[in-house]
């Protein structure tokens, strides 16, 4: 039997990252009811422990590639682990909503740069021949986080305690650690550009103010004046940081990809795919167990196998023939 060569071990140490990111962001949708219950608070205001993960992303996914350029990708990949690991204690012994929303900002800002950081290293460490292979060894443990997401939730919530789905970052993380400082080159730039704080500032303030504007506006939780100051507020900054970025040679954020067609449909279709996936294990098990009265763990079991029942059933329709039609659609 073969062992996994230095390029596999690199992929397999960043889809351990992966896994640990996608399956925190889905098994914690089933124990949201159980969240609501233990911090005396309503099931549709624990969506916040969501939501604020999606900001602490949304403000520092544009500056981790240029922090791996100056700190090395080792220790942008340690620390953000690092910080991941310590977010999810605290967010295990949260005993108030606003503390768990706050931890899970932080955590979301260490899992910014774990996962764009640990792309950056697979494609630059392997040689061209072996970069499709590479990504299929960090691909695949890595699509197991969403699938398993719900059912481990699901029965860690019903048997045990919903805090326990913090808990199982620890082990996966301190994994993740040892893999790292034993297999992830130090891999930074020699010379890199001047940092873009200023884009920072304005592209992770716009996205941040976009996301609570669409907490905000899903639960109607503040009225039209605060929507609309945060709707301005937020395309503001924005184009404030297109105008910014259009003047200096190394963004965070380069919006002039947009102009390469094939970048621009995969950026929108990709979008629009995940906004429709990824709504089914974050709203199918909170309605099974409120509308349907199922606990936790039963949620969990639907939410895994009902895509998988019904995939059989979905049609395939294979790309256009050379005649311009599509065959057997």
């Known amino acids: 039997m073969a062992f996994p060569n230095r390029i596999q071990l690199t992929a397999l140490t960043v889809s351990a990252m992966f896994f640990m990111e996608q399956l925190d962001g889905t098994i914690l949708a089933t124990?949201?009811?159980?969240?609501?219950?233990?911090?005396?608070?309503?099931?549709?205001?624990?969506?916040?422990?969501?939501?604020?993960?999606?900001?602490?992303?949304a403000i520092f996914i544009p500056a981790s590639g240029a922090l791996a350029d100056r700190l090395g990708s080792r220790t942008i990949l340690s620390l953000a682990i690092s910080v991941f690991l310590v977010c999810s204690i605290f967010c295990g012994i949260a005993h108030s909503l606003p503390f768990l929303a706050i931890m899970r900002m932080l955590q979301g800002a260490g899992g910014a740069l774990m996962v764009?950081?640990?792309?950056?290293?697979?494609?630059?460490?392997?040689?061209?021949?072996?970069?499709?292979?590479?990504?299929?060894?960090?691909?695949?443990?890595?699509?197991?986080?969403?699938?398993?997401?719900?059912?481990?939730?699901g029965f860690i919530t019903t048997w045990f305690s919903w805090r326990w789905n913090f808990y199982l970052n620890?082990?996966?993380?301190?994994?993740?650690?040892?893999?790292?400082?034993?297999?992830?080159?130090?891999?930074?730039?020699?010379?890199?550009?001047?940092?873009?704080?200023?884009?920072?500032?304005?592209?992770?303030?716009?996205?941040?103010?976009?996301?609570?504007?669409?907490?905000?506006f899903s639960h109607d939780a503040a009225g039209w004046p605060v929507l609309v100051s945060l709707l301005a507020g937020g395309v503001v900054l924005m184009a404030v940081y297109a105008r910014h970025a259009s003047r200096i040679t190394e963004p965070l954020l380069d919006f002039r990809l947009m102009r390469f067609a094939t970048f621009r449909i995969s950026l929108v279709a990709g979008a629009a795919s995940r906004i429709a996936v990824g709504s089914l294990p974050f709203l199918l098990p909170t309605f099974l167990q409120i509308g349907a009265g199922l606990n936790a763990a039963q949620s969990g079991i639907v939410t895994f196998v009902g895509p998988l029942a019904l995939s059989p059933f979905v049609h395939w329709c294979p790309p256009f023939s050379n005649a311009g039609a599509f065959a057997g659609c």
């Open 116 to 153: 764009p950081v640990g792309r950056l290293v697979v494609i630059r460490d392997t040689p061209r021949q072996d970069l499709v292979r590479a990504m299929a060894w960090m691909m695949l443990p890595a699509t197991l986080g969403p699938l398993m997401g719900p059912v481990v939730g």
């Open 170 to 216: 620890i082990p996966v993380g301190i994994l993740g650690l040892l893999m790292t400082w034993r297999f992830i080159p130090q891999v930074r730039e020699p010379s890199p550009p001047p940092f873009d704080l200023k884009g920072m500032v304005l592209a992770g303030g716009g996205l941040a103010t976009l996301s609570i504007l669409a907490e905000l």
């Open 31 to 57: 124990a949201l009811p159980a969240i609501a219950h233990d911090l005396h608070v309503d099931t549709v205001a624990t969506s916040v422990a969501l939501t604020s993960y999606i900001i602490g992303l």
